[in-house]
């Protein structure tokens, strides 16, 4: 899938605190925590490709796919560096 962030937010207003680690509900957070945490920034940092690869192609979360301006954010975070 081809997304499309907003490109008039500023790469400094997204960070993993503020945007990234509230995209993930309770629920997503308990289905994934005995592989790793999704309100963790070291775990999401490191395993961000395999989770945009998930969330780009609608099979994360279980219960239906992101909005596509979920999957530009996420994508655009880790286009900036994966800022905390």
């Known amino acids: 899938m081809n997304h499309r962030f907003d490109e008039s937010t500023p790469a400094s207003t997204i960070s993993f ?5 509230p ?17 963790s920034y070291a775990a999401v940092s490191k395993m961000a490709d395999a989770i945009y690869e998930r969330v780009s192609d609608g099979s ?19 286009d900036e560096g994966k800022p905390a």
Do not use: E, Q, S
């Open 23 to 39: 995209l993930f509900r309770p629920k997503d957070r308990n289905n994934m925590i005995g592989y790793f945490d999704l309100w």
């Open 17 to 21: 605190a503020k945007d990234i680690k």
């Open 60 to 78: 994360m979360p279980c219960d239906g796919p992101w909005d596509p301006t979920k999957v530009d954010l996420f994508k655009k975070w880790m």
